[in-house]
């Protein structure tokens, strides 16, 4: 994949996770924001700030959530971006992430 086709799918990823996170944030409590191609996530109680954005050099998408850095590789066979170790979506690992964070579970 050249960095062209890299950022054409990050940006529908990162575009298509904060239209689910803006609807789940009405009933849990943390604040999305999407800006200059980085996607943030604010919790007041306990505080706290995940950042999800590219890195085009290496093709990854990286998160940085729980002290933690997580680098999502592409995968053809599912169509999304995938955190090797656990093979979960970008989606999916967030939904993980803000629901330990916030001690509740949290579809995204």
Known sequence: MD???FQ????????QLYSRLV????E???EPDFQAGALSI??????AKFVISPNTPVHQIWVSA????FKLDWDDARSAFVLPETSQTLTELMETAIG???GEEVRL
């Open 100 to 102: 330990q964070q916030l």
């Open 66 to 69: 729980h002290s933690r850095s």
């Open 42 to 47: 604010e919790f007041d109680d306990p505080p």
């Open 3 to 5: 960095d062209r086709e």
């Open 23 to 26: 609807a789940a944030s009405d």
């Open 8 to 15: 054409q799918r990050v940006d529908s990823a990162l575009t």
């Open 28 to 30: 849990a409590a943390f």
